[in-house]
C-alpha cells in the first residue's frame, strides 16, 4: 500500500482503486474540464432556475459578481465526475450501494470558461458488499485553474473496487 500524502495520479489513469485509498492520502485527479457557456446556460433553463445570475449577462455586469456565473449543481457535478474512482465493471455500479453527499459546498464563484480539476483527500476505507471492493469516506476538493477552491464535497462509503479484482 502506499504511505499517506500527497499523491498524483497518472494522465492516463481513467480513475483510481481502492489500493489507491489509503486514509491521509490527496489524490490529485489528473483531468481537467473547462466549463462552457451554453451548457451552464441550458442547465439553468432546463430545471427551471431563472435566476439572472446565471443567465442575464447585461443584468450580471452591474451586480457584485461583474456577469453570469456557472450554475453551482453542474460545477459540484463535474467535479464529482473528475474525481471518480476506476470501474473495471458496470456490475459495481448496479450491485453496490449509492455513495452518500454529507456536505456540498460552493466556497467561490464560477464563470464560463473556467476549467475545473479535482483532488480526494481520504478519510476512511472499510469493506465493501462485494468481494475485491471497499467503501471509502473522502473529501473531493474542486480546483479552478488557479487552483482555488471553488467547490468542496463531503463523500460516503463510495464503492471502490481493487485494481486486481475478481471481476
Same mark, same amino acid.
Given at each position: 500500500?502506499?504511505?499517506?500524502?500527497?499523491?498524483?495520479?497518472?494522465?492516463?489513469?481513467?480513475?483510481?482503486?481502492?489500493?489507491?485509498?489509503?486514509?491521509?492520502?490527496?489524490?490529485?485527479?489528473?483531468?481537467?474540464?473547462?466549463?462552457?457557456?451554453?451548457?451552464?446556460?441550458?442547465?439553468?433553463?432546463?430545471?427551471?432556475?431563472?435566476?439572472?445570475?446565471?443567465?442575464?449577462?447585461?443584468?450580471?455586469?452591474?451586480?457584485?459578481?461583474?456577469?453570469?456565473?456557472?450554475?453551482?449543481? !453542474?460545477? @459540484?457535478?463535474?467535479? #464529482?465526475?473528475?474525481?471518480? /474512482? =476506476?470501474?473495471?465493471? *458496470?456490475?459495481?455500479? +448496479? %450491485?453496490?450501494?449509492?455513495?452518500?453527499?454529507?456536505?456540498?459546498?460552493?466556497?467561490?464563484?464560477?464563470?464560463?470558461?473556467?476549467? !475545473?480539476? @479535482?483532488?480526494?483527500? #481520504?478519510?476512511?476505507?472499510? /469493506? =465493501?458488499?462485494?468481494? *475485491?471492493?471497499?467503501? +471509502? %469516506?473522502?473529501?473531493?476538493?474542486?480546483?479552478?485553474?488557479?487552483?482555488?477552491?471553488?467547490?468542496?464535497?463531503?463523500?460516503?462509503?463510495?464503492?471502490?473496487?481493487?485494481?486486481?479484482?475478481?471481476?
Amino acid at each position: 500500500m502506499a504511505e499517506p500524502g500527497p499523491r498524483v495520479l497518472a494522465g492516463a489513469d481513467t480513475g483510481w482503486w481502492l489500493e489507491d485509498a489509503v486514509p491521509g492520502t490527496v489524490l490529485r485527479h489528473p483531468h481537467g474540464r473547462t466549463v462552457d457557456e451554453a451548457e451552464h446556460v441550458w442547465l439553468a433553463w432546463v430545471t427551471h432556475n431563472l435566476s439572472d445570475v446565471h443567465g442575464d449577462r447585461h443584468a450580471t455586469a452591474r451586480g457584485p459578481f461583474g456577469g453570469p456565473l456557472v450554475l453551482g449543481a !453542474l460545477a @459540484a457535478a463535474m467535479v #464529482i465526475g473528475l474525481a471518480e /474512482p =476506476g470501474v473495471p465493471d *458496470a456490475r459495481l455500479a +448496479v %450491485t453496490t450501494q449509492t455513495p452518500g453527499w454529507r456536505a456540498i459546498r460552493l466556497i467561490a464563484p464560477i464563470r464560463a470558461g473556467d476549467t !475545473l480539476r @479535482a483532488e480526494s483527500r #481520504i478519510h476512511g476505507v472499510r /469493506p =465493501g458488499i462485494l468481494p *475485491a471492493t471497499g467503501l +471509502v %469516506t473522502r473529501t473531493i476538493t474542486g480546483l479552478d485553474q488557479s487552483d482555488r477552491t471553488v467547490v468542496v464535497v463531503e463523500e460516503v462509503d463510495r464503492p471502490v473496487a481493487q485494481r486486481r479484482s475478481a471481476w
